[in-house]
């Protein structure tokens, strides 16, 4: 049996575990000096820019979350991506019934008619819900 040393890992060992975040820096480092380099350094670090970069991964990040609880708990599930495009259809299609206002489809029409303009959105995402609900319950 070989002891490890009681003075915990060395230097070398600590590195290696810290190469992908120091090849991150590096190449964040190396955008961070080509835009200085071009005047644009400002407007990519602006607040507006953060927000659009925020708003347009948002549906990534919250699948990446997703996905990361089902491998953590011991899980691998195959499916994801279908179920989210299962779910991206039957949102938007339920958005299009229900803001459209002239759609009848075998009398679901009717289902979504409130005459409260609050409520539709969230009547498609409970629509939405529902769907990844049975979707989820189907896949297992």
């Known amino acids: 049996m070989s002891e490890k040393p ?17 090849g991150l ?3 964040l480092g190396l955008f961070a000096a080509l835009l200085a380099q071009r005047g644009e350094l400002g407007a990519f670090l602006s607040l507006g820019n953060f927000q659009v970069l925020m708003h347009a991964n948002s549906v990534a990040a919250v699948l990446a979350l997703g996905m990361l ?14 179920v989210v495009a299962l779910v991206t259809v039957v949102t938007m299609q339920a958005y299009s019934l229900v ?4 759609v009848d489809h075998a009398g ?3 289902l979504f008619r409130s005459g409260t303009e609050p409520w539709r959105g969230t009547q498609s995402v409970l629509l939405a819900s529902l769907a990844a609900g049975c ?3 189907a896949t297992g």
């Open 99 to 102: 803001y459209a206002g002239t």
């Open 69 to 82: 609880i089902v491998i953590v708990s011991g899980g691998i599930d195959l499916s994801v991506g279908s």
């Open 108 to 110: 679901i029409h009717h």
């Open 135 to 137: 979707a989820g319950c």
């Open 25 to 27: 820096v590096i190449v």
């Open 6 to 22: 009681s003075g915990g890992p060395s230097l070398t060992d600590r590195l290696v575990v810290l190469r992908p975040l120091l």
